[in-house]
C-alpha cells in the first residue's frame, strides 16, 4: 500500500541535497601537486581504489616511492557516497559469477572471502576508523515468486533461509515474505571515514597525496620500457616507472577503455536518527545489511547512530555518458524513494529524510569489475566495479600490483582477470540500449520475474544486466 502524499512531503521537506557520509566526516586536505617531480609509481584516483594501491604497494615495498594524484577531494566521488556495504562478493553475485565464470567460480568465492578477512584483518592492524561492523547481511524477498530463489540458495551453515515469520522477527516489515542470512560474506563501514582514514595509512606510510591535481594524459612516446610514463598535471609533469589506473566512472586515460564503462547514476536518502521506540517498532536488533531480490531493488542499513540509509531501485543513465553534479538533485526519484521507504517501513510514519544525495556507478557490460595492463607492462587498471567495490576494490588493487610487477599470480591467471567485457556502443545506440534494458527489467520485476525474450538475447551474449 503506496502511503499517502503527505507523509513523503514531510518527509522530504527538509532534506538538504549533500552525501550524508562526506558530511559526517570530513577529509584531511593534500596538497596541490605544483613541481615536475617523478616516483616508481603513481596511482591515479584517490577513492578506494586508487588509495588501497598505494597503501598496499607501500607494504609490499616500503622503499618505493608512491605517489597519489586526485583530480578533486579524496574520496568525494563513489568512495564518500555508496551505500557501505563491504562484501566478499567478486562477481556482483553468485548468478553473475557462475554464468560467466563457471570453472572458476567456486575459487573466485574462495578469493572474495579471503579477501573481506584481509580487509577486517588490516583495518584491525592500522587501526583504522571507519565504523567496521561484520554482522552480515539479509536478501529480503518482497514478491512469493522470489522466496523459491532464497531457499535454493540456503546451505544450512553460513547462508540461512528465514521464513516470513523468522525474517520478520529480524526486521519487522509487512513487505517481507524471506530472507536469506548471509553470515559471514558481508560486512558494513562508514564510507567516508573509511576513505579518510585509508588516506591517513597511505601518508603515515610515505605515500605522497596530491589532491586538485587532475591527470590530463597519459604519455609513453619517446620513453623506454625502464624509463616509464609521463603523467601530465595543469600545474606539473610526473616520471613514473610504473602507473595504476583507478579512475572509476571518470573516462580513461586509456583509449582502449573509452567505452568499456559507463556512468549510472544511483540516488540515497537518510533518515534522522530514529528514537528507542522507532528503533523497537522495527526489531533490526542484528544491525544486518538488507537488499530485496528485485532487479530494481533497494538496499538500506542503519548507521552508527541509527539513521536509516535508504538507496537504490532507480538507475538512470544520462545521454552522452558524462558525469555532472545537475545530474545528483533527481526528485522525482527522492520521492520514489520515500514512498516505497514508507511501504517498507509504515510503522516509521512521521521520520523525516536529512539527506539526499546520488553519485556515478561505473558499470560494465559484464556486471564485475575487469582489469588489465597496458604500455608494455608500465601501466595497469582496475575498473568497472558497478556498485560492489567497496571491497572488490582492495582485490582489485592487489591485481594491478600484481600485474606492475610483471610475475604471474593466481590473481593474475584467473579467467576473470585475463578476460574482458564487451564495449558498450557509442550514443545513440548505447542510451536507447540502456534505457530498454530498464524497461525490460521493470517488466520482469512485475512479471513473476521471467526475463522477455530482450533480456534472454543479452544473457546470451554476454551482457548480462541480471541484478
Not at 537504490?312 to 522525482?332: L, M, T
Not at 540502456?434 to 522477455?452: E, S
Request: hydrophobic residues 40%; glycine residues 8%.
Amino acid at each position: 500500500m503506496r502511503p499517502d502524499p503527505s507523509v513523503v512531503n514531510h518527509a522530504l521537506a527538509a532534506t538538504r541535497q549533500s552525501p550524508f557520509w562526506i558530511e559526517d566526516a570530513p577529509a584531511d586536505s593534500y596538497a596541490v601537486l605544483t613541481a615536475d617531480t617523478h616516483c616508481d609509481l603513481a596511482v591515479v584516483g584517490g577513492g578506494y581504489s586508487g588509495l588501497w594501491t598505494a597503501l598496499l604497494a607501500k607494504r609490499r615495498n616500503p622503499s618505493a616511492r608512491v605517489m597519489l594524484l586526485e583530480a578533486r577531494r579524496i574520496g568525494w566521488a563513489a568512495s564518500g557516497r555508496n551505500g557501505g556495504f563491504c562484501e566478499s562478493s567478486l562477481t556482483h553475485g553468485d548468478e553473475n559469477g557462475l554464468s560467466r565464470f563457471p570453472d572458476e567460480f567456486e575459487r573466485l568465492q574462495e578469493l572474495g572471502q579471503a579477501n573481506l578477512d584481509d580487509i577486517e584483518r588490516t583495518i584491525g592492524e592500522l587501526g583504522l576508523d571507519c565504523d567496521f561492523e561484520r554482522n552480515g547481511a539479509i536478501d529480503i524477498a518482497t514478491e512469493p515468486y522470489q522466496v523459491d530463489w532464497l531457499r535454493e540458495a540456503a546451505n544450512g551453515v553460513d547462508a540461512l533461509f528465514l521464513d516470513t515469520d523468522a525474517v520478520r522477527a529480524q526486521v519487522n516489515s509487512p513487505t517481507f515474505e524471506a530472507g536469506l542470512f548471509r553470515i559471514r560474506d558481508s560486512a558494513l563501514i562508514h564510507p567516508a571515514k573509511l576513505t579518510r582514514a585509508l588516506a591517513g595509512a597511505c601518508a603515515e606510510l610515505g605515500v605522497e597525496l596530491h589532491e586538485h591535481t587532475p591527470v590530463t594524459r597519459l604519455d609513453t612516446a619517446g620513453l623506454s620500457v625502464a624509463d616509464g610514463a609521463e603523467l601530465r598535471t595543469p600545474r606539473a609533469t610526473v616520471r613514473a616507472r610504473k602507473v595504476a589506473l583507478a579512475t572509476n566512472v571518470f573516462p580513461s586515460l586509456l583509449k582502449r577503455n573509452r567505452f568499456a564503462t559507463v556512468p549510472v547514476y544511483d540516488y540515497v536518502l537518510m533518515t534522522e536518527p530514529l528514537t528507542d521506540s522507532q528503533l523497537a517498532s522495527i526489531g533490526w536488533k542484528g544491525r544486518q545489511g538488507l537488499g530485496d531480490s528485485a532487479n530494481q531493488f533497494h538496499y538500506y542499513r542503519l548507521s552508527r547512530d541509527n539513521r536509516i540509509l535508504w538507496g537504490g531501485y532507480d538507475a538512470i543513465y544520462h545521454y552522452g555518458g558524462r558525469v555532472r553534479d545537475e545530474y545528483e538533485d533527481r526528485p522525482r526519484t527522492f520521492r520514489r524513494l520515500a514512498s516505497h521507504f514508507f511501504t517498507t517501513f509504515p510503522q516509521l510514519e512521521g521520520i523525516r529524510f536529512t539527506h539526499k544525495w546520488a553519485g556515478a556507478i561505473d558499470t560494465c557490460s559484464r556486471f564485475c569489475a575487469f582489469f588489465g595492463s597496458a604500455r608494455d607492462g608500465r601501466v595497469a587498471y582496475a575498473a568497472g566495479f558497478t556498485g560492489l567495490g567497496v571491497a572488490s576494490t582492495h582485490f582489485g588493487a592487489q591485481v594491478m600490483l600484481d600485474l606492475l610487477e610483471g610475475s604471474p599470480t593466481e590473481r593474475t591467471e584467473l579467467a576473470m582477470v585475463k578476460s574482458r567485457p564487451l564495449p558498450f556502443p557509442p550514443e545513440p545506440a548505447a542510451s536507447i540500449g540502456i534505457n530498454l534494458t530498464r524497461r525490460a527489467l521493470d517488466r520482469a520485476d512485475h512479471d513473476g520475474g521471467r526475463r522477455n525474450l530482450y533480456l534472454k538475447t543479452l544473457d546470451a551474449v554476454g551482457l548480462g544486466f541480471d541484478s
